[in-house]
């Protein structure tokens, strides 16, 4: 049996207002092509499959397109939501999809669900808190997410007979420190993380949240990796289909494919006469996502001239005597004078694209108004 181990997907999202879609079609295209050629049974997407909770029609359409696409080759599909995702509507129309052989984890309700495919279970762990893990398992002590997920898997019976993967979405470490990106830094007092030890008694671990693909302290448990670049911290990151093959409980191998980007993520620093130059220019792919750093005391227009010869920048700024003595306390004050119903109000609209309705802010600012009666009230 071959699977392919995909994770962070995060259809629909946007790179510095740019969208991905596009460039998720053109990989997700690339999956197919893969699943093809080299006869792959089965499909685990280890979570953040939408990057949003809410996410929009377009990208709806692309993971539908894709699944539609899978079940013509008859190849099963093993979904689990991620942080990013909403369990409950990502597990919409589960069990008329399981007839499609597309199997996506529901919420966690004390257990993880299991699925058999020629005698390989497959066992979905979508994201879980250690608020949900404490409802079910009220006798425990559990603090954190490491002793919410050892909780779940020590409750979970293995039959040692069979080949048994685990499709799980935490943030999972070994003692080396594992490759973060700029979205992914360490939580305070290391909370979140979870010893990959826990997952050892599994015969493979598909892990998503992390966006370099990489093992965790064994070659059996790893993260597959974010199918694109999903920001410039990500530039040197090789991106990669991980494709694990099992002959036996005791004969798996894993190999990884290069995925092919439709457009590179590039940072430059220097002078813009220098990025003008054809000499410059006729050496890289001038459809590349630029980030542009411009060493030039003084020069004007700068974007549009960059941007007649790099369609796709992404970001440019400066590095000059004027930008390193830049009294950056402004701004934050700027950010300080919103009240929490205006940052709200943004959070809104960066979680569904669209802005929020008279009425439902007026909720908002009832909600804000009645706990400032509260804290005044109290002694």
């Known amino acids: 049996m071959k699977f392919l181990h995909l994770s962070d997907l995060h259809i629909g999202k946007k790179v510095n207002n740019i969208s991905m879609i596009e460039e998720q079609k053109f990989v997700l295209k690339e999956a197919i092509d893969l699943i093809i050629n080299h006869e792959i049974n089965a499909v685990l997407i280890a979570g953040d499959v939408f990057d949003r909770a809410v996410p929009s029609i377009e990208a709806m359409e692309v993971l539908n397109d894709f699944l539609f696409e899978l079940n013509k080759l008859n190849t099963n599909v093993y979904i689990i939501s991620g942080n990013h995702d909403n369990m409950e509507r990502l597990s919409y129309l589960s069990d008329l999809l399981y007839k ?40 425990e002590k559990i603090l954190n997410y490491n002793d919410a997920i050892k909780c779940v898997i020590e409750n979970t019976v293995l039959d040692d007979n069979k080949i048994n993967i685990l499709v799980s979405h935490q943030f999972v470490v070994s003692s080396n420190t594992p490759v973060l990106s700029e979205s992914e830094q360490k939580s305070v007092g290391g909370v979140e993380e979870i010893d990959y030890r826990i997952f050892e008694k599994f015969d493979y671990v598909a892990l998503g949240h992390l966006h370099c693909p990489q093992k965790i302290g064994i070659d059996k448990i790893r993260y597959g990796g974010s199918i694109l670049k999903y920001s410039f911290s990500e530039i040197n990151q090789n991106k990669s289909f991980c494709v694990v093959d099992i002959k036996s409980k005791n004969d798996i191998s894993i190999e990884l494919y290069p995925i092919v980007q439709k457009h590179d993520m590039k940072e430059y620093r220097g002078f813009i006469d220098e990025f003008l130059s054809k000499d410059f220019y006729s050496k890289i792919n001038k459809d590349d996502y630029i980030h542009f750093t411009l060493l030039d005391e003084n020069v004007m227009d700068a974007k549009s001239k960059l941007s007649s010869i790099y369609p796709n920048i992404m970001l440019l700024d400066f590095d000059n005597s004027f930008t390193r003595n830049l009294d950056y306390g402004f701004d ?9 119903v205006e940052h709200f109000c943004d959070f809104y609209h960066t979680q569904s694209d669209e802005n929020i309705d008279k009425s439902r802010k007026q909720i908002v600012v009832d909600v804000f108004n009645s706990i400032q009666k509260e804290d005044e009230c109290s002694p």
């Open 100 to 139: 499609s052989n597309i199997f996506i984890s529901k919420p966690f309700y004390g257990d993880i669900e299991c699925f058999n495919l020629n005698d390989i279970n497959i066992f979905l762990m979508p994201y879980i808190y250690p608020f949900i893990v404490r409802k079910y398992f009220p006798d």
């Open 332 to 340: 934050v004050n700027l950010k300080e004078q919103k009240n929490l």
